[in-house]
């Protein structure tokens, strides 16, 4: 059976996060974090990123059979996984690299996106103030970043933030899960 296989690339604050919720929905063959949207030549690092100097935002990029799971629902489940209202911060991370950013591909791509903000806005009183940029180069975050919160579920971060997310992320999406 040949598969209908796309890839999203955006950003919505730490990616540890992003990552353990993106792993949970069916049709979702990967996810890879890492860096996108910055001005430094060169592969950055995590160290250079969290300085905030790079304009690099933490970014995963999904790999998803859209037979399974369209590009539409992947975005929603994205913009209501995180908060799109509040500009470079998420929680307790603050600085453009935790930016909530959609980059996408090709002008379909654009144009679901574009049609997903619109819609999910009335679920929202403040504005989305995700950023809409064509893909620039990603960079593949370095290994102890994949598979963070699998790798590291008793760590104080994922304990506190990424499991109460995942929590939510049953509640509103049980029949998108593996």
Sequence with gaps: MIKNIQIATFGGGCFWC??????????VEKVVSGYAGGNVPGKPTYREIC????????????TFDADIISFEDILVIFLTTHNPTTLNRQGADVGTQYRSVIF?????????????????QAYYAEKIVTELSPLPIFYEAEDYHQNYYQNNKSQGYCEYVITPKLAKLRKLYADKLQ
Excluded: C, R, W
């Design 18 to 27: 992003t990552e353990a919720v993106f792993q949970q929905i069916k049709g």
């Design 51 to 62: 300085s905030g100097l790079t304009g690099h935002a933490e970014v995963i990029q999904v």
């Design 104 to 120: 996408y591909h090709d002008s379909i791509q654009q144009e679901i996106a574009e049609k997903v903000i619109a819609n999910v």
